[in-house]
C-alpha cells in the first residue's frame, strides 16, 4: 500500500522495482486489473490525500481512510481469489509502504487558512501524527506485518516553495522545513513506540528517512551528479505542477536536476533516495 502518488507516492513503485517484486505496482482500482497481481502487490495511491481528512476534501480525491476501505475490497477479492490462509499469508508476508504528509502539510496548513486559525504548527504536527498512527494501528490489525512508514521531505527545498519563500538566492524555506522536521520527529518516536507493542505478534514497522536522504542531495550536488537543486526541470521557479507543466518546455538536461517541477523529484533522484532507503531498511523489507 502506498498514498499520494503525486508527492513522493511514487516511491513505492521503485521499491517493488528494485527488490525484484514487479516493474510496475498497478492501481487497485484500475479497469484493467489483472487479478493476478493482488498476489504481488498493488498501490491504493490517491493523489492529493493525507492523514488530515480536509486534505482530501480540498483535493477532491479519496481519504486516508477510504484507501483503508479498499484494502478491504481488496482482501476480500484476494479471498475469493486463494482462499482465506493464502490470503492472509500473502499480506503477512507483504511489504506496506505508506506515504502521505506532504499535502497535508503545504496543500492544506500552509496554502489555507483554516488549519491556521484552528491549530498553531506544533498542534497540527500533532493532530497529524494521531492521525497518522491510527491508520498505520487499523493497517496493521488488518493484517499488514511489514509496515515502512515514510516521513516527508524537505517540504521547503521544493522549487516552488523556495519560490513562495520569496529568497533571492534561491535558498531552502525555512518554515516548511521545520514542519517537516518537527512532524518526521514525532511520527518516528510513535512508530518506535508502536513497533515495539506490535513486535511481539510478529510485526515490523519502521520509520523510513526520507528527509536527510533528499537533503544529503540538495546540500552535496556535485556527489550525484546534480547541477541544479533548486529549479524544476519543466518550468523553472513556476509554481507548477501537473496542472501547469503544459505550458512549459522541459530542460534538455534533465539528469542535472533533482526536481522534475515545482514539488516533485526527477527520476534519476527518485532512484538514488530509493537506494538509500532500501539499503537502510532492507531488514524491515525483507
Same mark, same amino acid.
Given at each position: ?6 508527492v513522493?507516492?511514487?516511491?513505492a513503485?521503485?521499491? @517493488? ?10 492501481p ?21 490525500s ?10 477532491t ?5 477510504d ?6 475490497e ?8 486463494v482462499?482465506?490462509?493464502e ?6 508476508e507483504?511489504?506496506f509502504l505508506?506515504?502521505?504528509g506532504a ?7 500552509? @496554502?489555507?487558512p483554516?488549519r +491556521?486559525?484552528?491549530y ?8 497529524l501524527?494521531?492521525? @497518522? ?8 490489525? %488488518?493484517? *499488514? ?29 525555512p ?5 517537516s +522536521? ?13 513497533? *515495539?507493542?506490535?513486535?511481539?505478534s510478529g510485526?515490523?514497522i ?8 533528499l537533503?544529503d ?10 547541477k541544479?537543486v ?8 513556476v509554481?507548477?505542477?501537473?496542472i ?5 518546455? *522541459?530542460c ?6 533533482i ?10 533522484a527518485y ?9 537502510q531498511? %532492507?531488514k524491515?523489507?525483507?
Amino acid at each position: 500500500m502506498h498514498s499520494n502518488t503525486f508527492v513522493y507516492g511514487i516511491m513505492a513503485l521503485y521499491v @517493488a522495482s528494485k527488490l525484484g517484486i514487479k516493474e510496475l505496482l498497478p492501481p487497485f482500482l484500475s479497469d484493467d486489473l489483472d487479478l493476478q497481481d493482488l498476489l504481488t502487490g498493488v498501490a491504493f495511491a490517491c493523489g492529493g490525500s493525507g492523514y488530515d481528512p480536509l486534505t482530501s476534501k480540498l483535493a477532491t480525491t479519496l481519504s486516508s481512510t477510504d484507501q483503508l476501505e479498499l484494502f478491504r475490497e481488496y482482501k476480500e477479492k484476494l479471498r475469493g481469489l486463494v482462499g482465506e490462509e493464502e490470503m492472509a499469508r500473502v499480506i503477512s508476508e507483504g511489504v506496506f509502504l505508506t506515504v502521505m504528509g506532504a499535502n497535508d502539510i503545504l496543500n492544506n496548513y500552509f @496554502a489555507l487558512p483554516l488549519r +491556521r486559525h484552528e491549530y498553531d504548527l506544533p498542534s497540527y504536527v500533532e493532530f497529524l501524527v494521531s492521525s @497518522a498512527i491510527n491508520f498505520t494501528k487499523t493497517l496493521n490489525n %488488518m493484517g *499488514a506485518k511489514r509496515i515502512g512508514f515514510v516521513g516527508v521531505p524537505p517540504l521547503g527545498c521544493c522549487p516552488s516553495q523556495i519560490t513562495l519563500g520569496g529568497s533571492p538566492s534561491r535558498q531552502c524555506e525555512p518554515l516548511r522545513n521545520q514542519a517537516s +522536521r518537527l512532524f518526521n520527529s514525532r511520527i518516528s518516536q510513535e512508530i518506535e513506540i508502536l513497533n *515495539a507493542e506490535r513486535s511481539v505478534s510478529g510485526s515490523k514497522i519502521a520509520y523510513f528517512d526520507i528527509y536527510y536522504n533528499l537533503l544529503d542531495l540538495i546540500q552535496n550536488p556535485a556527489l550525484y551528479g546534480f547541477k541544479d537543486v533548486s529549479e524544476g526541470c519543466c518550468g523553472s521557479t513556476v509554481l507548477n505542477a501537473a496542472i501547469f507543466i503544459a505550458y512549459h518546455s *522541459a530542460c534538455p538536461n534533465v539528469i542535472d536536476y533533482i526536481f522534475w517541477d515545482g514539488f516533485h523529484p526527477t527520476e534519476k533522484a527518485y532512484n538514488i533516495v530509493v537506494d538509500k532507503l532500501i539499503q537502510q531498511n %532492507m531488514k524491515y523489507l525483507m
